[in-house]
């Protein structure tokens, strides 16, 4: 599934990306595209951050049998999946603005030996209590090691590779994300769920012996602020909003709309007082950049809900194991690579408003066509169909939608604006996965039996598809029919 751009590590952007560059093009020591360093630094960046984009997805496919082997409810899942996401979507500013402080190397670097000690924690986990702690220590390690691999590039090449650079950053790095149905199902088919996470260790070394060879230590102290209250505030009120959703009949759904209400009201209050907030409170005052993030927020959470349910499905209801479930997805990845660059390019010269609009819409027709999909279905009807408009409606529009997000603010709170749109993304996806499995009437090990999986799976993909269609709504109503130019939107 496609990942907004990660924050670049400009801690609270109160300088623009136009001094950082002239600050590295001046150095003596800037890197050549092309060059042995420039590969091993490349392979450094693309190997860490793929690997968080990796784990992303790849615990999706897992998720059956996790829940078989450990005897777990629907709402513990839930927990596997968030707990990596809630930690992952809370701190990833914080992150940047941290290398940006203390070096992007070193963060990204102990980002990988955090990330791959969880994950071997999760891989021994004896039940599910450890392996949700283990996976909110992978989202910490993963908020480390997202922005610095991308901001290590940044700090790394001279300014004319920069670009191509992180392009190559971008599409390898995507690649991974795709790909991980695949590779978690072909893990859980032949090996066992518990591989999905020590696949990590080998990549996160291979990353971290790169990292410490090839990688010159950049950092920007001169622009870092690190705003903590922000970040601890953000963290509890997506910590309290995914418990009372995930649990709403509980004891624990008071308490919870408590923290997130309170978290909330004290992180605007506080954004607003602070010398260098987390989230500038003047980028939302942008009604494109406003438009596009909650464009972001509902089509990302149809996307998350899909997956979850989708992998789900192919393998209690309609009895496929792991390595066909995921097989099943991979023409939505066969789309992205081969079409998404040439929408976007689409977009920047036409304009992003029909893109934004028509592509959340063919993706939600997928989702409907998807959630016909019932014991004793074919490959060929309704999954393909479904799972390749869906692909077809993502490459329509991701592209542009991130450009947009990036295009409508300042140019001296790019950085900021590119991490607040991935943050955004995240977001939705964990709440949607916390929300809708009780909304459709799946909870306890509902989810194991096919007949219930499969009413709760086509309420849900309904709720997924009106999700991605409003998504592509608020595109028509908030972006500007032209094209756009950097550093504020058009008109």
């Not at 999706?60 to 979507?89: C, F, P």
């Not at 950053?169 to 859980?188: E, F, Q």
């Not at 001169?222 to 970040?231: C, E, F, K, N, S």
């Not at 009106?466 to 058009?490: D, F, I, N, Q």
């Amino acid at each position: 599934m496609p990942i907004a751009r990660t924050n670049v590590g400009h801690g609270n952007g109160e300088q623009g990306n136009d001094e950082e560059q002239k600050d590295d093009a001046s150095r003596g020591d800037a890197v050549a595209l092309g060059t042995p360093r420039a590969t091993g630094i490349l392979a450094a960046s693309i190997v860490g951050s793929g690997m968080a984009q990796l784990d992303a997805t790849v615990v999706n496919v897992a998720l059956e049998r996790i829940g078989r082997d450990l005897t777990a409810s629907l709402e513990t899942l839930q927990w596997v999946v968030n707990g990596y996401m809630l930690a992952l979507s809370a701190l990833i500013l914080l992150g940047g603005s941290l290398g940006d402080l203390f070096g992007r190397r070193r963060l990204f670097s102990l980002g990988l030996v955090v990330f791959a000690l969880a994950s071997v924690v999760c891989g021994l986990a004896p039940g599910s209590g450890v392996l949700i702690a283990a996976r909110v220590a992978q989202g910490i390690g993963g908020a480390m090691l997202a922005p610095a691999s991308l901001a290590m590039l940044q700090g790394a090449f001279r300014a004319r590779d920069r670009g191509h650079a992180i392009g190559i950053w971008s599409s390898l790095g995507s690649v991974a994300g795709l790909l991980g149905p695949l590779v978690g199902g072909a893990l859980v088919q032949f090996a066992s769920w518990r591989w999905a996470f020590w696949i990590n260790v080998p990549l996160a070394l291979v990353a971290l012996w790169a990292a410490r060879r090839f990688v010159p230590e950049s950092r920007a102290p001169h622009r870092a602020r690190i705003d903590v209250p922000g970040a601890v505030l953000a963290a509890a009120t997506l910590a309290g909003l995914t418990l009372a959703l995930i649990m709403p009949g509980s004891a624990w759904a008071l308490p919870g709309w408590i923290v997130a209400g309170v978290g909330a009201a004290a992180f605007v209050l506080v954004e607003r007082r602070v010398r260098a907030p987390m989230v500038p409170p003047g980028l939302f005052a942008d009604r494109t950049f406003t438009g596009a993030n909650a464009m972001t927020l509902l089509t990302y959470a149809g996307m998350g809900a899909m997956s979850f349910f989708l992998s789900l499905q192919l393998q209690v209801s309609l009895g496929w194991g792991a390595l066909w479930a995921g097989l099943a997805q991979l023409p939505t990845s066969v789309c992205m690579i081969l079409l998404a660059g040439r929408f976007g390019a689409l977009a920047s010269r036409r304009g992003p408003r029909a893109f934004m609009t028509v592509g959340p819409l063919v993706a939600a027709l997928g989702v409907l066509v998807l959630s016909l999909a019932r014991r004793g279905d074919t490959y060929l009807w309704p999954v393909l169909p479904g799972v390749i408009l869906f692909g077809l409606g993502l490459a329509v529009f991701v592209a542009a939608l991130t450009s947009t997000a990036l295009a409508a603010a300042p140019d001296e709170h790019a950085g900021i604006a590119s991490g607040v749109n991935n943050a955004v993304a995240r977001t939705g996806s964990l709440l949607a996965v916390a929300a809708l499995p009780a909304l459709v009437g799946l909870s306890g090990r509902a989810y194991s039996d096919p007949a219930l999986m499969t009413d709760g799976f086509q309420r849900g993909l309904w709720i997924a598809a009106g999700l991605m269609a409003l998504g592509g709504a608020t595109a028509w109503a908030t972006t500007p029919s032209g094209p756009m130019e950097t550093g504020g939107a058009e008109g």
